[in-house]
């Protein structure tokens, strides 16, 4: 077996482990206020370090992760040891992302941590829909540049909108999605876009919260389930196709793993290594309960052939895929997270553009984007009446009246459609309501782009469309695109 490199380079030269510790089930330790020892958590952490894993993943919500991390690292340093690198995520509520919001969120991470600056700063956001994540993201430069944080990360992006961010000109560095032999979104369009900017992709999951492992081989499915991890990833075995074909991928990856003298675990996460454009998988801890260091160690000693390869491939083309793209199970059905269901939480998200009734027209309601030029050409950005929601022509402009994505057709259209699916849900409608589109383009060469766009988000839907070469149309837009909904 040839050995493999364990560190990465992101694009400003920071370099991280492949394999990254991962500290979310802090928050499942903690449940409930049951007792947690955090200075015996960052002893236990301090000791990953110590075995060559010194590169830790967490975020603002995974309970005392960012304490622990920076307790750990002090231990370090103090010690005289080589510093950890340090990732957390910001996950704000959608709203206002002002420069005094997001800096609020890093500082807050930077005071948890003890830390003067975070390496990487990975963000999250609930709903595309609402335009203010540029801003967020747009704010993240600007403290990058003062130096609170190193590389911007993002988490749970799908690819049409990392590549978005990305041609609108934010440095995104990684980002951080689901990424198992379950889970193989990632290895699709993600990968792509991943390879075309240099973006390393971040695999977490990628263990099935400890599914993918000897432990489960020929065992019985469970019935109870105590923690929210196995919670989280016994959907995702149940969304592949079940225990039964769960087990037969196991089978498989045990006799790979028996030739090289190699656990299933390690199996699972080469795998995800092998793929392109991944940087590095993240292998939970549970700190203070167990420590698996020996055995994710072994993973760099690993190569997997041809012929292990396609022994996989085989077993995996069994499995039925996983809907969407990478982030949906965040987003819209199936929701495939610890909690399960998240539709209430997606319900209580304020409305993405103010509704008026109309002063003329009683019954009528007008949804208003912000944009200055609704009020200055005398129009609203969607009308309803009755069951018929109305949208206006809409460009790739943001709230402050600039274009987004210029000179890039595909990314446009996808903030165009973000911004049409907010006007129809603010007037009480769905995006599966929408019958019909009409797209104006400026360049006859983007239609194939702009078609793959409205595919992602018309793919199931279906509604009759139009599409049209205008010509040059007014200000710097290569797409335009209007649409209208009838509310079931």
Same mark, same amino acid.
């Given at each position: 077996?040839?050995?493999?490199? /364990? @560190?990465? %380079?992101? &694009?400003? #030269? ?6 990254? +510790? $991962? !500290? ?73 992302? /002002? @420069?005094? %919001?997001? &800096?609020? #969120? ?6 948890? +941590? $003890? !830390? ?90 990628? !263990? ?90 072994? !993973? ?189």
């Amino acid at each position: 077996m040839a050995a493999q490199p /364990d @560190i990465s %380079t992101l &694009r400003d #030269g920071l370099r991280i482990r492949r394999v990254v +510790t $991962g !500290l979310w089930q802090m928050a499942d330790q903690e449940r409930d206020g049951k007792a947690f020892d955090l200075d015996a958590a960052a002893e236990a952490l301090a000791v990953y370090a110590r075995e060559g894993f010194d590169t830790w993943d967490m975020a603002d919500h995974y309970g005392s992760a960012e304490i622990v991390a920076g307790r750990a690292s002090r231990l370090l340093t103090q010690a005289g040891e080589t510093a950890p690198v340090i990732m957390t995520k910001y996950c704000p509520a959608p709203g206002v992302m /002002d @420069i005094g %919001t997001v &800096r609020q #969120g890093v500082e807050t991470a930077l005071e948890r +941590t $003890g !830390l003067s600056r975070i390496h990487v700063m990975q963000f999250h956001w609930w709903q595309y829909q609402s335009p203010e994540w540029l801003d967020a993201l747009r704010h993240l430069m600007t403290l990058r540049s003062e130096g609170l944080i190193g590389e911007i990360g993002l988490t749970n992006f799908d690819a049409a909108h990392l590549r978005m961010a990305l041609t609108h000109g934010i440095e995104v560095a990684t980002n951080q999605v689901c990424f198992s032999l379950l889970d193989r979104r990632g290895a699709g369009d993600m990968a792509r876009v991943a390879e075309e900017f240099g973006v390393g992709i971040l695999g977490f999951g990628t !263990l099935c919260g400890g599914f993918l492992s000897d432990r489960w081989v020929g065992q019985p499915e469970p019935v109870e389930i105590p923690d929210w991890s196995r919670m989280k990833y016994k959907r995702f075995v149940d969304s592949a196709g079940g225990w039964e074909a769960f087990q037969r991928l196991l089978s498989v990856l045990k006799s790979v793993g028996d030739r090289h003298g190699a656990s299933v675990s390690n199996v699972a996460s080469r795998w995800v290594l092998d793929q392109r454009g991944v940087a590095a998988t993240i292998v939970g801890a549970r700190l203070g309960e167990n420590n698996h260091s020996a055995d994710n160690a072994r !993973l760099m000693g690993l190569a997997l052939d041809a012929d292990d390869h396609a022994a996989i491939t085989a077993a995996t083309d069994s499995l039925t895929p996983i809907p969407g793209d990478c982030g949906d199970e965040y987003r819209k059905p199936p929701f495939l997270t610890a909690s399960g269901d998240l539709s209430h939480h997606l319900d209580a998200l304020p409305a993405v553009m103010s509704v008026e009734e109309s002063p003329s027209r009683p019954g009528r309601k007008m949804a208003k984007s912000g944009s200055v030029w609704e009020e200055k050409a005398g129009f609203s950005r969607a009308i309803r009446k009755g069951s018929r929601i109305l949208v206006s022509g809409t460009t790739a402009t943001d709230p402050h009246g600039e274009a987004v994505c210029a000179g890039d057709a595909e990314g446009q259209a996808v903030y165009v459609l973000d911004k049409i699916t907010g006007a129809v849900t603010s007037l009480g409608g769905q995006i599966e309501d929408v019958i019909r589109t009409r797209i104006y383009l400026s360049n006859e060469a983007d239609w194939e782009a702009v078609s793959r766009v409205h595919a992602r988000y018309f793919g199931e839907v279906l509604p009759a469309n139009t599409m049209i070469v205008a010509g040059g149309l007014i200000g710097p837009y290569l797409v335009e695109i209007e649409a209208e909904a009838e509310v079931e």
